[in-house]
């Protein structure tokens, strides 16, 4: 019978619980984040609202992990066939697209300041009578340090953006060190697939260990160069346009490395517990993807966001 | 364990339905869902002619009005033409090529479970304290930031789970076109609907993310201070358009290339001859694509942009006229020295042919940049749009419905109320929107509650128009129920002169489909 | 069978139209040709487009409709077996583009025109507000008096809410239109003070979009003397479809005489804001304000639309200290919709509505703020 060749038929897994509940929680992890919201804006307590996005966030969280097993469970039980993998793959190459994407909405906001809004505001370009009319004090510049209406933007402090791009100042600039750490990991997870393909274990082990602690390192120096921005330079999301693009930009890669590095923790769990096998380990190609996916948004950052 | 059972039919009850992994269990229920959500955006444009009915503020409050504007838009847009779309590339793309079921059957049931509950609390904002959205379906910053009510919080997050709900199912459809083909079908074999879906999807995966960036950056000018949107901290409420149009216009190729393709499969069968110019449809299809992603600001004409963009903006827009065009001649080639009949799919398709072709006339007379300073904002724009979704998208689902019920249920619906129904809905729609032409012309704005005299006469004609044309549509759910409740069999083949797989299983469709790929032979060139 | 359904439909229909044009006159059906060089354009250029898509939509449909009566089945016709031709369909690609060029060739002439904004004889600031439009008109120098006013629905309540007749401007009518000369290269900076809202006159082919914190500039040379009408065509929040334009176009030396006065006012203000009012005045001049400016939100008999716009009467402002009144209408209340007055009336008219507001819909403090109070409040601000 075709069920007992059950190899070469495409898996069609049978009903499945997670999708209708995994939709019960994003929805009370959404609502409950946006009553979280207009509860701070209202100026009303909190409680009730955290409690139901926790809630949907557990549901959540539970569900995915659960899912996930199931998809680990179902592999290693050999439903899985060539052609089911390669749907993987290709869902995994499609949804790192849409991740592009969603950057692409970003840089398209810097692009756009930088290079019509902040000059016409200015006084400058197609549209400079904006600034001789409506904004003559107004200087264009970026970083923007002075905003147009200082009095509903609070101006960052001065003392930005003394770039001098001599090896002394690389030695002392957070986001070059954070650039090489980023690049290394890749390189370094590279390795470790490397050492997974050679089914040489601990090696595996090992570079995965490194690639974790570069990416930790990576959030943590994040963190202080964040506090740097609030604390010393006065960057802040409320400071004008200059904040809100840094902060968007770096803040969703943050994110992304963050759940990147998670992954990387998920995958190096699963190497110590023996998952993978030198021809058979999309998830570990999938998560290594994605990193290298958020390293390559990094390096369109510190060009765009650090550099210029 | 599983594999033995698979020859099972559907499970029993509700479950059956909540943990669906079937692609055509999940297709019905994006069928169904797109059917409620058109009822009540329809019951929305109800309310909106109902008020516009004669002059003077009769029935709500402008503050109301523009909600229901709003609402209709959205759910007219993400909630009927979208999922039903969906919906049916569920049904038909593995039987069109062959496939068992699609790619990631759990993440489809996800994809779709997300859409009640993202429409849930989308609509519910209209019972919040300020109201729900009212700032148009396009949310135009500041009104949608700062002057926005309470609600748009959760229409942001709505939105982004909506987003969620598509990009899942677009990969999807992407993996199953790419990866799940019987052997045999090549890309150039594959019928047109599933052409027009994969780059569909491809559209969908590329613009979704720019709508989820846009409505986050909303979401941090409101609640944490960003100012992105305004230019007192150098942003731009310009910016905002540039990027809900980069989504916004692909967003509108969305709901009519699947509608091609589905045109694209009736048309051939009722003339019984094969489709003109099978190839030159791919290419146009993916030439409108890829021009898709370079006209977004034709929607922007009067924002100010430097001339130079609104050259480029202009020119770009006039030449996807000329891949539409050559779609419109191989429909007209194909029918050309045909031997036709006239069944109710092929009077919808014939109907979306002239109305759509209508529509896009006046895109390109909305595409002429000083011409349209003047149509911006009017109600000609509104006809025009209304051209291509209602005779055009909705149109083109009827057809499909008509055409594939016989292959969903096993029986044969009813002819003549189909034809009724076609008949009240083409004559309920022109009714409705052809004056809005003149009332456009004429100089009546859109999204307003009340209007100047002379606006009256266009205007109490499209209300008639409109309500023919919405309780019409009850005709089709009494169609589509009796045709589920029984009927006159339907064969395999259904229609003399249909091709491809789909009508090479029985009737109704047994629950799985090409556990093992067809034969090969079977798979011709279309 | 379908016929006959079809000939019933018809012959209803046509008694409905029949029985409905005896109601109303207006039977509109094209864009109006307007009153300057490039509404004329405009016009003829979409004619041209127009005409174009008449006949592709000839040949198009005309197709259709012969192989539809022709190629049907019940004629016992075989269907062809063709189904590709590169000939044909390069040619079907070739000629849409072909019309496409000559009809982008006058299209980039009209536009390249109309962003020639340089040379204006008078520079008028446009700027939106919900709901109404301010007209500022450039100084030539600092010295003179600046003329600037608002520009208000003036259609009544009643006429909206169908309680009396609808006059024949109905919701094109303004209280104060803007004033230009013919003949005169006329400049419009324009913007917004909240949200987006757009400008547009069809008999002057003029839509721009105001965006606040940014200047649109267009531009019009109007011919004929006359009374023009338009509407704000971008979605702006409650009483978009309320905030009508009218423009009055003067011959230049009428335009003149009206500008005199127009400074001549704004001097006469001047001196009277020194001046006392008495309370039947204020009370008079500010129930005319209320109906005009607060009504929308604020209703009629003061009891608002909880909780979003607040009742006037009761209220806290209004019955409390004096400061707090004057400062919610000098300033009105950032982040809301009550907007700032302080620039939109005068002194006096600030002092009439002040004191309306804590004194009618039973709030009865009793006291009476005069122009210098505001003038003394306003300067004590800056
Ligand atoms: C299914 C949806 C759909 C489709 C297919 C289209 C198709 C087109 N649209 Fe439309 N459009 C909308 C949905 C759609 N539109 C919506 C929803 C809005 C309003 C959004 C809002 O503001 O709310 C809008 C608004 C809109 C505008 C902005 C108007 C304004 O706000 O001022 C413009 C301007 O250029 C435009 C242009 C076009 C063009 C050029 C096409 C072309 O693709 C049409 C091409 C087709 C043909 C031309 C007919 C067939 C061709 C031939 C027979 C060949 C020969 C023809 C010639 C040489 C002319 N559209
Ligand atoms: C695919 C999209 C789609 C579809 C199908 C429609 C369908 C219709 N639309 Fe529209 N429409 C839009 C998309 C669409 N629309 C968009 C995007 C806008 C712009 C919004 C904006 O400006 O932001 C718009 C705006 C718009 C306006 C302009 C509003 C304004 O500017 O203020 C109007 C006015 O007439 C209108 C009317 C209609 C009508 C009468 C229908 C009819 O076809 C509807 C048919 C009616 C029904 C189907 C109702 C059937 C229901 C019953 C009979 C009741 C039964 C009830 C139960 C069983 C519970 N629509
Ligand atoms: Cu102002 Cu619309
Ligand atoms: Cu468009």
Known sequence: ?308 | MSAHDHHHGPAKGLSRWLYTTNHKDIGSMYLWFSFAMFLLGGTFALVIRAELFQPGLQFVEPNFFNQMTTMHGLVMVFGAVMPAFVGLANWMIPLMIGAPDMALPRMNNWSFWILPFAFAMLVSTLFMEGGGPNFGWTFYAPLSTTYAPASVTFFIFAVHIMGASSIMGSINVIATILNMRAPGMTLMKMPLFVWTWLITAYLLIAVMPVLAGVVTMMLFDIHFGTSFFSAAGGGDPVLFQHLFWFFGHPEVYIMILPAFGIVSAIIPTFARKRLFGYDSMVYATASIAFLSFIVWAHHMFTVGMPLAGQLFFMYATMLIAVPTGVKVFNWVATMFRGAMTFETPMLFAIAFVVLFTLGGFTGVMLAITPADFQYHDTYFVVAHFHYVLVPGAVFSLMAAAYYWLPKWTGYMYDETLGKLHFWLSFIGVNLLFFPQHFLGLAGMPRRIPDYALQFANFNWISSVGGFLFGFSQLILLFVVIKCIKGGKKATAQVWEGAQGLEWTVPSPAPYHTFETPPDPSLIKAQ | MLSKAKLWLSLALGTLIFWSAGLHAAWDLNMPRGVTQMSRDTYDLHMTIFWWCVAIGVVVFGAMLWSIINHRKSKGVQPATFHESTKVEIVWTLIPFLILIAMAIPATRVLTAAYDTTESELDIQIIGYQWRWEYRYMRESMDEEEVSFFSVLSTSREEINNDVEKGENYLLEVDRPLVIPTNTKVRFLMTSADVIHAWWVPDFAIKKDTIPGFINETWVIVEEPGIYRGQCAELCGMDHGFMPIEVHALERADYDAWYAQQQENVRQIQQLAGSAITMQDAMAQGEQIYNRNCVACHQAGGVGMPPVFPAIAGSAKATGDVAVTMETLVHGVPGTAMAAYGRQLNPIELASIITYVRNAYGNSTGDLVQPADVNAYIQEGQ
């Open chain 1, 1 to 308: 019978m075709a069920s007992e060749s059950s190899h070469s038929v495409y898996y069609v897994p049978e009903q499945s619980k997670f999708p209708f509940f995994a939709s019960i929680g994003l929805f009370l992890t959404v609502f409950g984040l946006g009553n979280i919201l207009n509860d701070i804006a209202a100026g009303s307590p909190v409680m009730g609202s955290t409690g139901i996005a926790l809630t949907g966030f557990t549901i959540l969280s539970v569900i995915l992990f659960n899912w996930f097993a199931t998809v680990i469970r179902e592999n290693h039980a050999g439903l899985n066939n060539d052609q089911l993998k390669r749907s993987y793959v290709w869902g995994m190459g499609w949804f790192i697209f849409s991740e592009v994407m969603f950057f692409a909405a970003f840089f398209g906001a810097l692009f756009y300041v930088r290079q019509l809004a902040v000059p016409w505001i200015g006084g400058e370009g197609a549209k400079g009578i904006t600034g001789d009319v409506l904004w003559p004090e107004f200087q264009a510049a970026w970083p923007l340090l002075v905003n147009p209406d200082p009095t509903l933007f609070t101006n960052p402090h001065d003392g930005l953006n003394v770039k001098e791009w001599t090896p002394g100042f690389f030695a002392g600039y957070l986001p070059f060190w954070n650039t090489v750490i980023l690049i290394t990991s890749s390189v370094t997870l590279h390795y470790a697939h490397v050492a997974l393909k050679a089914e040489n274990r601990k090696r595996l082990i090992q570079w995965m260990v490194v690639t974790v602690s570069l990416g930790l390192i990576f959030l943590g120096l994040q963190a202080l160069e964040y506090i740097e921005a609030y604390g010393h330079y006065g960057i802040t999301l409320n400071s004008g346009i200059y904040g809100s693009t840094f902060f968007l930009l770096t803040g969703f890669h943050g994110f992304h490395v963050t759940l990147g590095t998670f992954m990387l923790i998920v995958m190096l769990l699963r190497c110590i517990k023996g998952h993978f096998k030198p021809d058979d380990h999309f998830g570990f190609e999938a998560t290594a993807w994605y990193w290298h996916f958020v390293d390559v948004v990094w390096v369109g950052l510190f060009i765009f966001v650090y550099c210029l």
